[in-house]
């Protein structure tokens, strides 16, 4: 249940530990529209009382099934964590989670916390992308105004955009990825390979790995003009990245758009925005039109590089790392 009041100054200074409980933070969140929940009290069994929320705002069967399959009360909640990345934006504070999502926070941001009186400037926005059926698509939906966008997207080959939840963290305008692309290989050729080099054979070195149950071989890359940019889980992002055609498994696990849509994708969302990602999901999704979709794009004032780490890497999971970061490029 929900406490009455907020912490006060005085409770700030008493002591370095932990601060703000996660109820608290919830409560905060919600009172500045950052989280668009109401609580509700109901009486339950026995005569409990039982604290819940409702939403603002109607919202689609799809993102009702999504807040229910999470607890509101665990800290990693990507909609609760999603809600104080957009606090802490909004406020010009490192966006970034506590030692445990909303847990274990830096004094510097309960503090603005405790005394925050900013509601949130921007509308909720949350992205749902389905993989099926095809073609995989990307939709937007904005609390009080519904489905406002959609478009044909690309996912991960052989899995590599894993289903779920994720806060938007960090985005650019432009920035730079390097890593490794798995080409999947036949089952056959790693075993004539295997057998010539058994053999004697002279053969060139060639390293094969697996990788979501395929045999691979990695191939690197390194794309040093990725527009549009929107980091939702370690590397993965909604992005622009040019292709022939859209709505199927291309990428090497980022959600890739069209030039037009990802522009427009990025000029509507902000900081928190819960990306899901879903094996299907329940429409309808005719966008029915939006003022939203003329708004102006934000430009951002990061520079973000992201590069494969090897040592963390395995064959089933590429890590990824912010590397470098600069200042205020020019758009385009």
């Known amino acids: 249940m929900l406490i009455p009041t907020a912490p006060t100054a005085a409770t700030l200074s008493s002591s370095t530990q932990e601060l703000l409980h996660a109820r608290e933070i919830r409560k905060i969140l919600i009172k500045l529209r950052y989280l668009p929940l109401i609580p509700v009290d109901y009486l339950g069994l026995h005569g409990h009382i039982h604290g819940s929320y409702q939403w603002r705002f109607k919202i689609p069967r799809a993102l009702q099934t999504l807040a229910a399959s999470d607890s509101w009360q665990d800290p990693w909640n990507p909609l609760v964590l999603g809600a104080l990345y957009q606090f802490e934006a909004v406020h010009h504070l490192p966006v970034e989670p ?29 992205i749902l992308v389905t993989k099926f059926p095809r073609p995989e698509e990307i939709h937007l939906f904005m609390g009080g105004h519904g489905w406002i966008f ?41 075993r004539l390979y295997e057998a010539a080099k058994s053999a004697g054979y002279a053969l060139q070195s060639v390293h094969y ?30 992005h622009f990245y040019p292709r022939a055609s859209y709505g ?73 790392q912010l590397v470098e970061t600069a200042v205020k490029r020019p758009t385009s």
């Open 248 to 320: 199927f498994p291309q990428s090497a696990g980022c959600v890739e758009l069209p030039k037009s849509a990802a522009h427009k994708i990025y000029a509507l969302i902000h900081y928190g925005t819960p990306v899901t990602v879903s094996h299907s999901a329940v429409g309808p999704w005719d966008p029915p039109g939006s003022a939203y979709l003329d708004a102006p794009q934000k430009s951002q004032q990061l520079h973000l590089t992201y590069q494969e780490i090897p040592s963390k890497s395995s064959p089933r999971s590429v890590h990824l």
């Open 150 to 190: 959609q478009s044909k997207a690309n996912t991960g080959v052989m899995h590599a955009t894993p289903d779920g939840t994720w806060p938007v963290y960090a985005r650019d305008t432009h920035t730079a990825m390097i890593g490794r692309f798995p080409i999947p290989v036949p089952k056959a050729q790693v």
């Open 209 to 238: 790995a697996r990788y979501h149950h395929h045999w691979v071989q990695y191939q690197h890359y390194d794309d040093p003009d990725i527009r549009w940019v929107n980091y939702f889980d370690r590397g993965r992002a909604v």
């Open 98 to 126: 506590g030692d445990m999502g909303i847990r274990g926070l830096p004094p510097t941001i309960e503090k603005a916390l405790v005394h925050a009186k900013k509601n949130d400037p921007d509308p909720w926005t949350w």
